[in-house]
């Protein structure tokens, strides 16, 4: 790697976020009002409407959530590593972690069912049902509402904790400049990063796995995380293309970084089918009738089969994997970011496999996205974006105040 020194334009390296203007909050703002209005308009009122809402809530929540939790741990990561490449791209991951906090309270219409004792969503949450049902009576001391929410709140507060550290050390070094911050991050960084696992895995078990809580798997925290990877690296693209069409940031990211952004979904993506292939043939090997169910409803005749076979294992992995092998295309922006886009879509349809089977108990019936699940992505993304934008804003774009800075800015792949 050469280290050849690049200087670019002073007025991009001040480039801040003000000068995307309002569009992004109050775009962010009109999409959550529309997404509030088709969810209305739809009828999540009434107990099956309420369930139905609940779960395409759910699956939205999970899709940003997987957004926000892929950016706090590459922020972390680039920390950890020292690595120097990933700077002119980490204050794009450290906007999108502070997405934790609108998270917390778009998390809350979960919660609220959790704790009125509903069970629409989380059919644990059902005190006769936990007094009776054999595999419940074992697990009753860690699925239990009171537990529950004391969890989430846990949650919550550690990856928020985290994502301000590390954006307000960031931030106040593009004034001071000063070195002694980007140590005390690298310090931090290790133990946030076993926080940060510890918290995720179980955030995994108890939102999306105990939708079934007959059904376990060890590495469905990871299988999570990988998602949360695949996500963050297609926004990123996208954040580097957008910002890049509007005039920003044009010499400071250059196709050596676009290059490193698609190795690395490339390897998620890989990594993703690793997991889902492991997770899947142990499941079918073991044979045990309490963890083969979930997939036999994903893999039954109801139209959830082609979902599992085609939609995901094609379009999650095998056609992505032999698209974005070639070095001349993963070098290609426009290229790269139809990709990205193709991922985020095909990372959608995997959080809703993940939750919309269990809606239906009797017959696991397959069903057709319809405008709930939009009103829901719009309300979700809408106040996620909004919530960021609101912080981002006066901000600067690039960690400019970061001693490896130039070392971005030189940064070459050979």
Known sequence: MHHHHREIPESELNSSFKELGSVPLIGSIAAAVVGIGLILMSGATGEDGSKQFLFSWLVNFAFFLSIAVGSLFFVLFQHITRAGWGVVIRRFAEFLSLGMIPLFILSLPIVYSIATGSNALYEWNNTELAKTDVLLVKKVGYLNSTFFLARWAIYFIIWIAIAKFFFNRSVLQDQTRDKSLTLLSEARSAPAIIAFSLTVTFASFDWLMSLDYKWFSTIFGVYFFAGSMVAFFSVAIISSYVMQTKGLLKNAITIEHYHDMAKLLYGFICFWAYIAFSQYMLIWYANIPEETEWFQIRQSEHGWDVVSY???????????????????????????TGGAIWMLVLHWIDMYWLVIPQLNHHDHAFRTPGAIDLGCFLA?????????????SGRAL????????SESLAFENH
């Open 398 to 405: 690039l960690a400019k105040g970061d001693p490896r800075l």
């Open 380 to 392: 979700v993304g809408g106040i996620f974006f909004a919530g960021i934008a609101y912080f981002a």
């Open 310 to 336: 085609y939609v995901l294992v094609f379009g999650h992995f095998i056609i992505p994997f032999l698209l974005l092998m070639p070095r001349t295309l993963r070098r290609n922006k426009l290229w790269m």
